[in-house]
């Protein structure tokens, strides 16, 4: 029956009717939040080149996980910015390295109250800034790397975290991890493998944020922008690895890898809005071009409506309180 019987906009009418019959919708329990972690510092440190996201030190680092946990939101995602740094990346094994600190920190804090995170790669730590080791010639060395990953996914799992986030595109991480853990008797931690991550122009800001020292690029483990048959394939190893969760990173420029992922696998999907993508609105808000809070909530949306159950977001404090207001 076409118009005038028809009316699409008769469910748009007010803001009450478009709540009603709103198809997609964003959680708060569903955000993770990133967060650094510096070592040696006594009050938190601005990150220029994201605007309102800091260098925690260890006491503010309590203060705003406590803060997160607050607004609602689902999860933690804990970086570590040591002092040293060195060829192997040592510290992030080292169970009094900053990273594994920091998680017995939050942990005590917030206990079960949300989920605590970490990120299991080498290239916070290393003095080349690469996510593993390098042979003599330069390259990242894949099979030597899975040994220091086994080695970090423990010491973290020993300080408490509840999701191992494997990071570095090693090929084998994931069954690597996943045994490394269970031998050690850590079989309820879970892995939220990086499965999708792409070599993007669109990490610049987490660079300034971890201070990274990377010498070249790494599109010899990250994956071409250009490919989503790839991805799947990722995707595919690393449950049949044994991830617990699965995560494509970006999330804006990739929500057809997003949609994709999600109708392949009957694991959690999640996305990581990362430095760039939010850089680039906090930016264009500042200059009054476009509305803040609302681009802020389109893109989560967009996300979610992508098929992304998780999103990490440095949005996900302000978001989960706006979210909360609004339902």
């Given at each position: 029956?076409?118009?005038?019987?028809?009316?699409?906009?008769?469910?748009?009418?007010?803001?009450?009717?478009?709540?009603?019959?709103?198809?997609?919708?964003?959680?708060?329990?569903?955000?993770?939040?990133?967060?650094?972690?510096?070592?040696?510092?006594?009050?938190?440190?601005?990150?220029?080149?994201?605007?309102?996201?800091?260098?925690?030190?260890?006491?503010?680092?309590?203060?705003?996980?406590?803060?997160?946990?607050?607004?609602?939101?689902?999860?933690?995602?804990?970086?570590?910015?040591?002092?040293?740094?060195?060829p192997t990346g040592s510290g992030g094994i080292d169970p009094d390295g900053i990273?594994?600190?920091?998680?017995?920190?939050?942990?005590?804090?917030?206990?079960?109250?949300?989920?605590?995170?970490?990120?299991?790669?080498?290239?916070?730590?290393?003095?080349?800034?690469?996510?593993?080791?390098?042979?003599?010639?330069?390259?990242?060395?894949?099979?030597?790397?899975?040994?220091?990953?086994?080695?970090?996914?423990?010491?973290?799992?020993?300080?408490?975290?509840?999701?191992?986030?494997?990071?570095?595109?090693?090929?084998?991480?994931?069954?690597?991890?996943?045994r490394a853990l269970d031998a050690a008797g850590h079989q309820d931690v879970a892995?939220l493998a990086y499965a999708v991550k792409y070599a993007s122009a669109f990490y610049?800001?987490?660079?300034?944020?971890?201070?990274?020292?990377?010498?070249?690029?790494?599109?010899?483990?990250?994956?071409?922008?250009?490919?989503?048959?790839?991805?799947?394939?990722?995707?595919?190893?690393?449950?049949?690895?044994?991830?617990?969760?699965?995560?494509?990173?970006?999330?804006?420029?990739?929500?057809?890898?997003?949609?994709?992922?999600?109708?392949?696998?009957?694991?959690?999907?999640?996305?990581?809005?990362?430095?760039?993508?939010?850089?680039?609105?906090?930016?264009?808000?500042?200059?009054?071009?476009?509305?803040?809070?609302?681009?802020?909530?389109?893109?989560?949306?967009?996300?979610?409506?992508?098929?992304?159950?998780?999103?990490?977001?440095?949005?996900?404090?302000?978001?989960?309180?706006?979210?909360?207001?609004?339902?």
């Amino acid at each position: 029956m076409p118009y005038p019987e028809i009316r699409p906009r008769r469910l748009r009418r007010n803001a009450a009717v478009r709540r009603l019959v709103s198809e997609t919708r964003v959680d708060p329990a569903e955000l993770v939040v990133p967060m650094f972690v510096k070592e040696g510092l006594t009050e938190p440190r601005a990150i220029a080149s994201l605007p309102g996201v800091l260098q925690h030190s260890r006491d503010s680092l309590r203060k705003a996980a406590a803060e997160a946990v607050q607004a609602g939101v689902g999860g933690i995602m804990l970086f570590g910015v040591p002092e040293q740094r060195d060829p192997t990346g040592s510290g992030g094994i080292d169970p009094d390295g900053i990273l594994n600190v920091a998680i017995r920190d939050v942990v005590a804090e917030v206990g079960d109250a949300t989920v605590v995170m970490s990120d299991l790669c080498l290239d916070e730590f290393t003095s080349h800034g690469h996510c593993g080791l390098l042979t003599p010639g330069g390259d990242v060395d894949n099979d030597a790397t899975l040994e220091a990953y086994a080695g970090m996914a423990v010491a973290q799992a020993a300080a408490g975290v509840g999701v191992v986030g494997p990071s570095g595109m090693m090929d084998g991480q994931i069954a690597v991890v996943r045994r490394a853990l269970d031998a050690a008797g850590h079989q309820d931690v879970a892995v939220l493998a990086y499965a999708v991550k792409y070599a993007s122009a669109f990490y610049g800001p987490f660079r300034d944020a971890v201070e990274s020292a990377l010498e070249g690029d790494r599109r010899t483990y990250q994956q071409d922008p250009a490919n989503l048959r790839e991805s799947l394939r990722e995707v595919e190893l690393d449950v049949a690895e044994g991830a617990d969760m699965v995560m494509v990173k970006p999330a804006l420029p990739y929500l057809d890898v997003v949609a994709a992922v999600r109708a392949a696998v009957d694991v959690p999907v999640a996305a990581y809005q990362v430095s760039g993508e939010y850089a680039m609105v906090e930016a264009a808000a500042a200059n009054g071009w476009i509305d803040r809070e609302r681009v802020m909530l389109e893109t989560l949306t967009s996300i979610r409506r992508a098929g992304a159950q998780i999103i990490l977001t440095y949005w996900a404090v302000e978001a989960a309180q706006l979210l909360r207001q609004r339902y």
